[in-house]
């Protein structure tokens, strides 16, 4: 027997307690999940925890969104007009193309980058839901959407009560102008979520929510301002505003907030009229929702 047999053999081995201990802290869940998410996701929105580049556009659209507002009540204040230049309920519409600027710009931002580098999966993973994903997402691009059209209501509204403009109307009028950004929000959020999350590259997703939002506006102007030199009544002309979320929203504050219409052709008047326009607006917000949860079901499959 050679010595190197006769030695006794030692363990091939080691274990090494490197302090691994189990998590005995409070579990926060689910729903604190969600908010977390939403939070970044608001946050991502404005590019606030992002680089110095991504912050370049939203508030530089935020500024531009603002200065109308700001020019409107030092006109209305030095001149004692007595009335502001343009009304609460009309100023979303005056600076809709900054608003989908912001909605092409963020959405992608928002659902695309999750695509493309595959980030939904290691949300899933946790106690996540298709469902909690959906609502955070969504519910964050609305919230960043509402932010952006209140702030100039808010100073026009201040604008208003510096000039001595009747308290209670200027309230009221914020009111249903406040009312009307929130429809907006939705409708946005909603056909510019589904539109990014249908692709992974975000140019794409700009492109597409740009043509979603400025190609419809324009030829139902287009058709009513024929029809309005053609004839002296509107006719089908009227039902033109459902195909664009601009105009749809015009024909919901004129059917629900008693606003002037700001369309070459109102909404057909009396309650047929408001009610379609309003049950479309509805049909779209919660269609573009069920979309997004058909959409991100079959994510994890991809």
């Not at 053999?9 to 080691?14: A, E, K, M």
């Not at 307690?17 to 869940?29: P, S, T, V």
């Not at 053609?230 to 629900?256: C, I, M, N």
């Not at 049950?279 to 959409?295: P, Y």
């Amino acid at each position: 027997m050679s010595v190197e047999q006769s030695l006794p053999r030692q363990p091939s081995g080691v274990i090494h307690d490197i302090g691994y201990r189990r998590y005995e802290g409070q579990r926060l869940g689910r729903g604190y999940a969600v908010r977390s998410l939403f939070v970044q996701s608001l946050r991502n929105a404005f590019g606030l925890g992002r680089t110095a580049k991504s912050k370049v556009l939203p508030i530089a659209l935020l500024g531009v969104i603002l200065l109308p507002a700001v020019v409107i009540d030092a006109v209305t204040i030095l001149q004692g007009t007595g009335e502001q230049l343009i009304p609460y309920t009309r100023y979303i519409i005056f600076t809709q193309v900054i608003i989908a600027i912001f909605v092409a710009a963020q959405a992608p931002a928002l659902f695309s980058r999750d695509l493309r580098f595959r980030t939904v999966s290691l949300y899933f993973s946790r106690p996540l839901t298709r469902l909690d994903y959906v609502v955070a997402k969504f519910g964050a691009l609305t919230t960043a959407l509402l932010i952006l059209m209140t702030l100039p209501l808010l100073v026009l509204y201040g604008g208003g009560l510096l000039a001595k403009l009747p308290f209670g109307t200027q309230t009221k009028n914020f009111l249903l102008a406040f009312a009307g950004a929130l429809i907006f929000s939705l409708i946005l959020a909603g056909v510019g979520s589904v539109l990014a999350s249908l692709t992974k590259r975000r140019g794409f997703g700009v492109a597409a929510i740009i043509a979603a939002l400025t190609v419809p506006y324009a030829a139902v102007t287009a058709i009513q301002g024929i029809a309005q030199e053609l004839s002296d009544t509107p006719g089908l002309a009227s039902w033109a505003g459902l195909f664009s979320p601009t105009t749809l929203l015009d024909g919901v504050q004129v059917a629900l907030l008693g606003a002037d219409s700001s369309s070459p052709i109102p909404p057909p008047a009396g309650f047929a009229g408001g009610a379609v326009f309003v049950l479309v607006a509805l049909v779209v917000i919660a269609g573009s929702f069920g979309l997004l949860l058909v959409r991100y079901r079959k994510v994890a499959a991809e």
